[in-house]
């Protein structure tokens, strides 16, 4: 039986840890500052997941109203666990609790992991008869 846990215990969190693997091995954040990194944390519901050592060894974080819409973002496991299921474990506990709140709306952006996604029924921003758009600044990474 695997003893990791998931906690959004913000005391748990391991910011260095958090910032190192954002900026230096995601395809999204990379060169992000730790103040960023910070600011984000700070501001959002995120979930860690911790050896039983303590060691943070994946991450997630939503942003949310808690009733009407919520953003999964930054969803990260360490290689090594990668393939062992904790993606899903860690995406299942997040859906588990928005859905407790009982948001109307949840949303991300993924290259790579879209199967994953599925899984919980996600699907492309398609004919729900809305426009979705978005503004972005290049240079904050």
Known sequence: MDDRTISTDPDRLDLDW???????DTYWA????KERV??????SIVYGVYEPSGRQV???????????FAV????YVDPDLRGQGWG??????????LDAMDVKR????????????????????????????????????
């Open 18 to 24: 958090i910032h190192k693997v954002l900026s230096t």
């Open 30 to 33: 990379v060169g992000r500052s």
């Open 38 to 43: 910070a600011r984000s944390v700070e501001h």
């Open 58 to 68: 994946a991450v997630a974080r939503v942003v949310t109203d808690r009733t009407v």
């Open 72 to 75: 999964v973002s930054d969803v």
């Open 88 to 97: 899903k474990r860690l995406v299942e506990r997040v859906m588990a609790d």
């Open 106 to 141: 949840v949303v991300l952006a993924t290259a790579d992991a879209q199967d994953l996604y599925a899984r919980f029924g996600f699907t492309e921003l398609t004919g729900d008869g809305y426009t979705w758009m978005q503004r972005v600044w290049p240079d904050r990474v």
